[in-house]
Nanobody
Framework: QVQLVESGGGLVQAGGSLRLSCAAS????????MGWFRQAPGKERDFVAA????????YYADSVKGRFTISRDNAKNTLYLQMNSLKPEDTAVYYC????????????WGQGTQVTVSS
């Protein structure tokens, strides 16, 4: 069973940076996509970024392109999201998720970590 544990959230001023981490366990992830999603109060959960584990190909939402970078450490089975030039509208709970490459739905989710950007 896949387990995902996020860390690294917090309070930061606009223009600042944070790095989120997601420790993954329970299986090997070579045939998985790993992603980051976020949910602001009163809004739906939105896609932020994803990475294909086996080759590192990345995908981003338009709202974060050029500011956020998703990466992974194969040896540590850890997913990262480097967030730069943060804006108040980036405030949300950020979730790590995983899905097999053979499916279209993310099947495993972390518990989330709060990111708050003050203006």
């Amino acid at each position: 069973q896949v387990q995902l544990v996020e860390s690294g959230g917090g309070l930061v001023q606009a223009g600042g940076s944070l790095r989120l981490s997601c420790a993954a366990s329970g299986r090997t992830f070579s045939s998985y996509y790993m992603g980051w999603f976020r949910q602001a109060p009163g809004k739906e959960r939105d896609f932020v970024a994803a990475i294909r584990w086996i080759d590192g190909r990345t995908y981003y939402a338009d709202s974060v392109k050029g500011r956020f970078t998703i990466s992974r450490d194969n040896a540590k089975n850890t997913l990262y999201l480097q967030m730069n030039s943060l804006k108040p509208e980036d405030t949300a709970v950020y979730y790590c998720a995983a899905r097999p490459t053979s499916t279209s739905q993310y099947t495993s989710w972390g518990q989330g970590t709060q990111v708050t950007v003050s203006s």
